[in-house]
Structure formats: structure tokens, C-alpha cells
């Protein structure tokens, strides 16, 4: 299954240094798709307008939503208390993944 996840962050000065010391964790974190709970297929971050940090997203494939939830909890930025929620979204069963190139092997 996949799956479009959104993570907006919280917000302020305190976020975006704690954001800038979890990365290297949050980093291996998704290239191990969570010790093999999902593969993220890609995904980035989310910037707002003046160029700041907001949150992140990515497409997920998980056996279901439980792993794909377990995944993003998992995450050092969402341990870390980065990450103000999670919002998962299944994609249809015809979503054709093949069109990215994955981030992770």
C-alpha cells in the first residue's frame, strides 16, 4: 500500500534548532525506512513562504496504515517533539510508485 504523509512542525526558534540537531537521525531514519517498516519512495521538506522550515512530507510504501503510522512516529523528529501530528493518506491502488525514483533501495 501506499501512502502520502504530511508532518507539519511546530513552530518558533527552539524547532528549528532542535529540527537542524535531530536531522542526521531523522536522515538514517528514513534510509532505513524505519528499521524495514516502510520504504519512503521520496519526500522532502515543506518551507513556507519566507523560505522557513514548516514541516516535511513523503510517499510511503507500508503493508498497511499501522506500519506506515509506526513508521512515522518512529521518526527522531517526531520522538524528538519536532513534528506537531502526522496526517496519512492512502493513495489508490493504481498509484504507479514506478514514475519515482526511490530515495531509499
Not at 528549528?16 to 524495514?36: E, F, I, N
Not at 517498516?37 to 503493508?63: R, Y
Amino acid at each position: 500500500m501506499y501512502f502520502l504523509m504530511i508532518c507539519p512542525h511546530h513552530q518558533g526558534p527552539q524547532i528549528a534548532a532542535l529540527r537542524d540537531a535531530l536531522r542526521p537521525q531523522h536522515r538514517a531514519w528514513v534510509a532505513s525506512g524505519g528499521a524495514g517498516l516502510a520504504k519512503v519512495l521520496t519526500g522532502s521538506a515543506l518551507w513556507d513562504d519566507a523560505g522557513q522550515g514548516m514541516g516535511n512530507f513523503g510517499i510511503l510504501e507500508a503493508a498497511d496504515e499501522a506500519a506506515a503510522r509506526a513508521f512515522a512516529q518512529g521518526d527522531p523528529f517526531a520522538q524528538g517533539g519536532v513534528i506537531a501530528r502526522v496526517d496519512l493518506t492512502r493513495l489508490a491502488d493504481s498509484f504507479q510508485a514506478s514514475r519515482i525514483s526511490p530515495m531509499t533501495s
